[in-house]
C-alpha cells in the first residue's frame, strides 16, 4: 500500500469538507474493495475519509412499504433485518449471501453501490426495485445512476447517504456465483408491483448491471418461472472472461431469471 | 501400545500452538537491525534486459542498496541446479538451461527476479523496486507445451534447441507395439492434466543473516528439508560452506512440494545480508506465490491401451509431453519420469508397457513436484483409460479392474516397480459397499426426475511412496540418497528428546513420531519431543516429501530406539542384578520377565548418567541414532468413488458422495491418516472440478494471479468423505506403514472426472470440469 492520510468524518458535512482538501481523496465506507485494492498497489489515493462513523447513514426504517437503508448499513444488518424481511424478502437474501461473513460485516451498501462493480449484487437489486440513490445533494434514480464499469452519476465528493424504494409485490434474487471469487458470475433481480416488471441482470453485462427489456416483457405477459425460457438473450453485450464465456453467460441469464422468479413465487 | 501408542487416536501436540497463533513462522522471525526485500520481477514474459538503472531507487527514502544479478555473479554464486539427471533416449543428456538467481541478460517468465531492494521497511522496499528502470527488449513468448516443440517457436535456451529438455523412454516399445497390433480391442484416448498452483497457506518466506565476526550464515526458511537446501546453496550455489551456513526452517505453513526446492529468493537474501551487512528478510505476497513458486502437473499425453477377447489389459503405450517451466527447477525431471511413468501399471498386471515422455521449457512459472508428484498423472491417465474403456468394451467398470488386478505379491511390473504387497479387490469391494454402487441406477432415475443429470465413477490408484532406497535413485539419475535419519536423547530424567531430520509442515510428527516413542517405551507422551528443522540440531536428513515421514524417518527412530532399548536393559540387567535377555519393557518400566521386579525407565537413565554403577565398560549416557535407508518403495493403493449430479441448466456439479478406501499398511494415529486424506481429496477434488493456472497464451502474463481468479476449493465445495481403510502391512519397513498424505490428491481427480463424463454421457471434457466447461458439454452442438 501507498501511504495515504487517513481522515475520521463526523458528519456528512464534514467528510464533504475533508474530501476537498485533496485532488486525490477518496471515500472509504467499509473499504473490502477499496482497501484490497489500494493494498495491491492499483489505487493510491492521497487521502481516505472515513465514512463508518457517521451515525446518520446508518440504520433502516420500514413505514408501510417504503424501505430507506441507511448508506452506511452493512450487509450483515440488511440480511437480518426482520422490517425488511416482512417486505422484500429478496434483497435480505441478496444481502446475505454477499462475500463471507467477514466481509458482510464490514461491507455497506452505500459503498458497495457507489462502486458499481460490474460483478456485485445490489446493483441489480437497486435497478430492480427502481430505488432511489439518496446523496448529500440530490435524489437519483436507479436508472440514472449506473453509468457503466464503476462509472455512477455520482459528482467526486457526492456521498451516498441513503437509499430507498417502495417495496414490490414479489421480488427474487438468483445468482450464479464465480467459482474463484465468488462474486455474481450472473445475478438477476426480478420485482413486480402491480403490472409492472423490472428485471436488472448483474455479473453479466460488459458495461456493469442493466436491465433485460425482453425478460421485463415477457415476465409482465405470464409472471412464471417459465417465461424467460422463450426470451432471446443476446450474448453479444455481455461479458467473457476465462471462468464464462458470453454464450455461457446468456445462458444463465435466462436460468436466473427462472430461478429469481421462483424464488419470488 | 496403549492409550498414546501406535494406533490410538491422540489429539495433535501441535495444535494449541496453531490454532491459538502461537504458531513460529519465518516471517514471525526478528533479528536485530533487521532490514527487509523486495524482489524486482520481471513484468515479461519473456524478454532481454538491455540495462538496469537502479540510481533512483537507490536514491529513495530507506534504502540501504539495490542489488542486481551482475553483482552476484561477480560474487561467484552459482545458478540454479535441477539435482535429478535424465538421459534422453539417444543418450545424451538433459539439456539445462542456465537458471540466474538475478536474471540480468534474459527473462523467461513473469516474475523472474532481476534485483533485490533492501529497505528500512517492506513499504519502501516496495516503493524503490517500482523505482528501479529496466530496458527490456520484449521477445514472443510461448506457455503451453505442445506449441513450444513446433518449429518456429519462441526459443527459450540456447542449451536446448527446440526447448526439448530431454525424449526419455521407459519400458520395450517393440513388446507394446506387437502387443497392440495384435489386440482385440484398443482403447485411445487423448489426456490433459491441468496445470495447479500449490498454495500452501504460508507462502514462501526467509530471513538471511550474515555474522561478519563468524564469517557465518544463518538461514530461516520456509523449506520442507532444510538440510538439503544447506546441501545444495554449499555445494552448488556456492553460499557458504556447509559448516558456516544453518539452515532454520521452523515452523511451516503447508508446503504441499512448493517448499522442497531451493529458490533465488534465499540464496539472495544470504548474499545480500553479507553485502549489506544487516540481516535481510524476505516475505512472499498471495500474488507473489502464484508467479512464483513452482507450479504443479501440466502433461499433455496420448494413449493406447491394448485389451485381447476376453478383456485382458495386454499393452499399454503412454506419448507424453510435459511443461517444466522457464528453469528446471531442482528435482523437475525426476517428476514426469520416474515418479511418473514408473506407475503407469497402476493395479493391473499388464504384460507390455512403453511410455516415451518429452519435457519441454515454455515461458511459465517452473513445473516441480506437487502434492502426488508424477504419481496423479498416472492415475489420472490410466483410470480415465481404463474407465472409457469398460464403457467402449461395455462392461462394467469394476469388472473389467477386478479382472485385470495384481493378484499375487512380490509383483515386478514392466517399468521398474516391485509391488511387496496389497490386497486391491479389499479396496474395491470395501468401496463399492460403502458407496452402495449396487443401488446406483435407483438414484440416477430420482435424479432424472428432478431434470439432474447423475453419474458414478471409480479409480483405483496405486503410488509409490517411502520414497526411497537410495541405490535405486541413485542408479537413476538422483544426485542425493533418500534415506533419513534419527537421534534418540534420553535425558538424566528419562525425557526424551528425539531429533529427526523429517520436517513436519503440517503432517503432525510432533504427535506420530511420539507416539511411536511412547508406545515403545510406556513413557507419557508429554514426556517426548520431537526436535527438527535446524541443521544445527539434527544431523544431515533429507526431508519430507513423497509421504516417505512414517515409513523412511520413522524407521530411522526405530532404528535408533533398538539401540536405546538395548542399552537400557543392559543397565535394568545390572541394576537388578539379572540377565538382560530377561528384561522386559513395559508401561514405562523395564521388568524381568515372569517376576514383580522392576526399574522405572526414569531410574534407568538416571543411572546412565550418574555412571555410578554402570555395566563394566559400558559408556555413560543414553543416545542413539541411527540411518535408515529402505529397501523399496512403499505401495499405498486404494479405491475411491465419486458420484455426482449434476444441474444440466447451469454446468454445476455437486458430489453427492465420495468414498475412499485406501490401504496405508499399518496407521500410527488414525485422526491424523484422516485428516491428511481429506486434505488430500480436497486437492484433487480442486484439480477436478476448480483449480487451473491460466496463462494468456500470447502475452504469458498470469491470469489468475489471486484467489479472485484461481478456485482453490472451500469448505462448501466438498461433500463428507466416507473413509475406510484396508491394511497390507508393508513388508519392507519395520512398521509396516506405507505412507498416506499423497493419496487423496492422487486418486480423487479421475473417479470424479469418470463420474462426470458417466453423468454426461460422453468423454469430451477437461479438467477442471467448471460449470461452463460441463454446461457446453451438454449442449447438442458439442
Given at each position: ?20 482538501h ?6 472509504v465506507?467499509?473499504g ?52 425488511i ?8 437474501h ?25 460483478a ?11 430505488a ?36 414490490p ?19 438477476v ?25 425482453g ?51 | ?13 501441535e ?9 513460529r513462522?519465518?516471517?514471525d522471525?526478528v ?68 537458471w ?96 495447479l ?28 528439508n ?8 554449499s ?33 539472495v ?43 485382458r ?16 527447477s ?8 520416474y ?27 517452473p ?17 480415465r ?33 516391485n ?25 440416477r ?13 471409480m ?22 540418497g ?62 519430507t516429501?513423497?509421504?516417505r ?33 530377561d ?12 517376576t ?20 563394566a ?42 468414498v ?28 477436478a ?9 500470447q ?16 469448505a ?15 513388508p ?45 458439454a ?5
Amino acid at each position: 500500500m501507498y501511504a495515504t492520510s487517513y481522515h475520521r468524518a463526523s458528519s456528512v458535512e464534514d467528510a464533504v469538507r475533508l474530501h476537498g482538501h485533496s485532488e486525490e481523496s477518496k471515500y472509504v465506507s467499509g473499504g473490502m474493495t477499496l482497501i484490497a485494492t489500494m493494498k495491491q498497489r492499483l489505487a493510491s489515493p492521497s487521502d481516505l475519509v472515513d465514512l463508518r462513523h457517521i451515525g446518520s447513514m446508518k440504520g433502516i426504517s420500514v413505514d408501510g412499504r417504503r424501505v430507506t437503508i441507511g448508506a452506511g448499513t452493512p450487509h450483515a444488518e440488511v440480511a437480518a433485518s426482520q422490517a425488511i424481511m416482512a417486505v422484500c424478502p429478496a434483497l435480505c437474501h441478496l444481502a446475505s449471501h454477499i462475500g463471507d461473513p467477514h466481509v458482510r460485516h464490514m461491507g455497506t451498501i452505500g459503498g458497495s453501490v457507489a462502486n458499481n462493480d460490474p460483478a456485485a449484487d445490489y446493483p441489480s437489486a437497486v435497478l430492480a426495485l427502481d430505488a432511489t440513490v439518496v446523496t448529500d445533494r440530490r435524489s437519483i434514480p436507479a436508472d440514472g445512476f449506473f453509468a457503466g464499469l464503476f462509472e455512477t452519476a455520482l459528482a467526486e465528493d457526492e456521498i451516498i447517504t441513503a437509499i430507498a424504494f417502495d417495496a414490490p409485490d414479489k421480488a427474487g434474487y438468483a445468482k450464479f456465483a464465480n467459482p474463484a471469487s465468488r462474486y455474481a458470475m450472473t445475478g438477476v433481480f426480478v420485482a413486480k408491483t402491480g403490472g409492472t416488471v423490472r428485471v436488472a441482470v448483474t455479473g453479466a453485462g460488459s458495461d456493469g448491471v442493466f436491465r433485460h427489456a425482453g425478460l421485463e416483457q415477457a415476465l409482465q405477459g405470464n409472471w412464471s418461472p417459465d417465461a424467460p425460457g422463450s426470451v432471446m438473450v443476446d450474448p453479444s453485450g455481455l461479458m467473457a472472461d476465462m471462468h464464462a464465456d458470453a454464450q455461457y453467460r446468456a445462458n444463465l441469464v435466462k436460468v436466473m431469471a427462472k430461478r429469481a422468479v421462483m424464488a419470488a413465487g | 501400545m496403549g492409550v498414546e501408542g501406535i494406533g490410538a487416536r491422540v489429539a495433535r501436540k501441535e495444535d494449541k500452538r496453531f490454532l491459538t497463533g502461537k504458531g513460529r513462522y519465518t516471517d514471525d522471525m526478528v533479528a536485530p537491525g533487521m532490514k527487509y526485500a523486495c524482489f524486482v520481477r520481471s513484468p515479461h514474459a519473456h524478454a532481454r534486459i538491455r540495462s538496469i538503472d537502479v540510481a533512483a531507487a537507490k536514491a529513495m527514502p530507506g534504502v540501504i542498496d539495490v542489488l542486481d544479478g551482475k553483482q552476484l555473479q561477480a560474487d561467484g554464486i552459482g545458478n540454479l541446479i535441477c539435482g535429478w539427471m535424465i538421459h534422453s533416449k539417444d543418450g545424451s543428456p538433459m539439456k539445462m538451461g542456465a537458471w540466474r538467481p538475478l536474471a540480468h541478460e534474459t527473462v523467461r517468465y513473469v516474475g523472474d527476479a532481476i534485483a533485490i531492494v533492501v529497505a528500512d521497511s517492506s513499504g519502501e522496499a516496495r516503493d524503490a523496486a517500482e523505482a528501479v528502470v529496466i530496458d527490456f527488449e520484449e521477445l514472443p513468448a510461448v506457455t503451453e507445451p505442445l506449441p513450444a516443440l513446433e518449429g518456429g517457436a519462441p526459443q527459450l535456451h540456447p542449451e536446448a534447441p527446440g526447448n526439448l529438455i530431454f525424449d526419455w523412454q521407459i519400458g520395450d516399445p517393440e513388446a507394446t507395439d506387437r502387443a497392440i497390433a495384435a489386440a482385440a480391442h484398443v482403447t485411445e484416448i487423448e489426456i490433459i492434466n491441468n496445470r495447479l498452483a500449490p498454495n500452501p497457506m504460508e507462502p514462501r518466506a526467509t530471513l538471511g543473516i550474515y555474522d561478519a565476526a563468524e564469517d557465518h550464515y544463518t538461514c530461516y526458511t520456509t523449506s520442507q528439508n532444510p538440510h538439503v537446501a544447506r546441501l545444495v546453496m554449499s555445494a552448488f550455489y556456492n553460499v557458504a560452506p556447509e559448516n558456516k551456513l544453518r539452515v532454520i526452517a521452523p515452523d511451516v505453513g503447508g508446503g504441499f512440494g512448493s517448499k522442497i526446492y531451493i529458490y533465488p529468493e534465499e540464496i539472495v537474501c544470504l548474499w545480500a545480508s553479507k553485502k549489506t551487512g544487516v540481516p535481510v528478510k524476505w516475505t512472499s505476497d498471495r500474488t507473489e506465490a502464484f508467479l512464483t513458486d513452482a507450479h504443479g502437473r501440466d502433461h499433455v499425453s496420448k494413449v493406447k491401451m491394448a485389451f485381447d477377447a476376453d478383456h485382458r489389459v495386454t499393452a499399454l503405450k503412454v506419448d507424453t509431453v510435459a511443461n517444466l517451466g522457464a528453469y528446471m527447477s531442482l528435482f523437475s525431471s525426476a517428476v514426469p519420469t520416474y515418479l511418473y511413468a514408473t506407475l503407469l501399471s497402476g493395479q493391473y498386471a499388464i504384460p507390455a508397457i512403453h511410455a516415451n515422455v518429452r519435457t519441454v521449457y515454455t515461458n511459465t512459472v517452473p513445473v516441480d513436484a506437487y502434492r502426488g508428484a508424477g504419481r496423479p498423472e498416472a492415475t489420472y491417465l490410466l483410470e480415465r483409460t481404463m474407465e472409457t474403456a469398460a464403457r467402449e468394451l461395455g462392461v462394467s467398470p469394476a469388472e473389467l479392474r477386478r479382472k485385470n488386478f495384481i493378484r499375487s505379491f512380490p509383483y515386478q511390473t514392466p517399468v521398474i516397480m516391485n509391488y511387496d504387497a496389497g490386497d486391491y479387490e479389499a479396496s474395491l469391494n470395501a468401496a463399492m459397499q460403502a458407496a452402495d454402487w449396487a443401488g446406483f441406477e435407483g438414484r440416477r432415475s430420482a435424479s432424472a426426475a428432478k431434470g439432474k443429470k447423475r453419474g458414478i465413477g471409480m479409480s483405483c490408484y496405486i503410488e509409490a511412496c517411502g520414497i526411497a532406497p537410495s541405490a535405486a535413485v541413485g542408479s537413476l539419475g538422483a544426485g542425493v540418497g533418500l534415506w533419513e535419519s534419527a537421534e534418540v536423547r534420553v535425558n538424566a530424567v528419562g525425557t526424551i528428546e528425539v531429533l529427526t531430520g523429517s520436517h513436519s509442515h503440517g503432517q503432525g510428527h510432533e504427535t506420530t513420531f511420539a507416539q511411536l516413542v511412547a508406545g515403545r517405551l510406556g513413557v507419557p507422551l508429554e514426556s517426548i519431543n520431537i526436535v527438527h528443522g535446524d541443521t544445527d540440531k539434527v544431523q544431515m536428513g533429507m526431508g519430507t516429501y513423497g509421504s516417505r515421514s512414517g515409513a523412511v524417518g520413522m524407521s530411522a527412530v526405530v532404528k535408533a530406539l533398538d539401540k536405546v532399548e538395548a542399552k537400557a536393559k543392559k543397565i535394568a540387567a545390572h541394576m537388578m542384578e539379572a540377565d538382560e535377555q530377561d528384561i522386559v519393557i513395559e508401561n514405562g518400566e523395564l521388568k524381568i520377565a515372569g517376576t514383580d521386579k522392576t526399574v522405572p525407565w526414569f531410574q534407568v537413565a538416571l543411572a546412565a548418567y550418574t555412571a555410578h554403577n554402570l555395566p563394566a565398560g559400558m559408556e555413560p549416557g543414553l543416545k542413539e541414532t541411527a540411518f535408515y535407508d529402505p529397501s523399496n518403495f512403499t505401495f499405498p493403493a486404494g479405491c475411491y468413488i465419486a458420484e455426482v449430479e449434476i444441474d444440466p441448466e447451469t454446468g454445476k456439479t455437486e458430489i453427492v458422495q465420495f468414498v475412499a478406501a485406501d490401504d496405508f499398511g499399518n496407521i500410527i494415529n488414525p485422526m491424523i491418516v484422516e485428516g491428511q486424506v481429506h486434505g488430500g481429496l480436497a486437492q484433487g477434488i480442486g484439480q477436478a472440478l476448480l483449480e487451473n493456472v491460466h496463462y494468456d497464451p500470447q502475452t504469458g502474463q498470469l491470469l489468475t494471479a489471486s484467489f479472485m481468479d484461481y478456485a482453490m476449493p472451500r469448505a462448501d465445495d466438498l461433500p463428507s468423505f466416507t473413509l475406510s481403510h484396508q491394511n497390507t502391512p508393508c513388508p519392507g519397513n519395520p512398521l509396516g506403514i506405507k505412507g498416506c498424505g499423497e493419496a487423496g490428491a492422487i486418486g480423487s481427480p479421475p473417479a470424479l472426472i469418470n463420474a462426470i463424463t458417466d453423468a454426461i454421457g460422453h468423454n469430451r471434457l477437461t479438467m477442471p470440469a467448471t460449470p461452463m466447461k460441463v454446461w457446453q458439454a451438454l449442449q447438442p452442438a458439442h
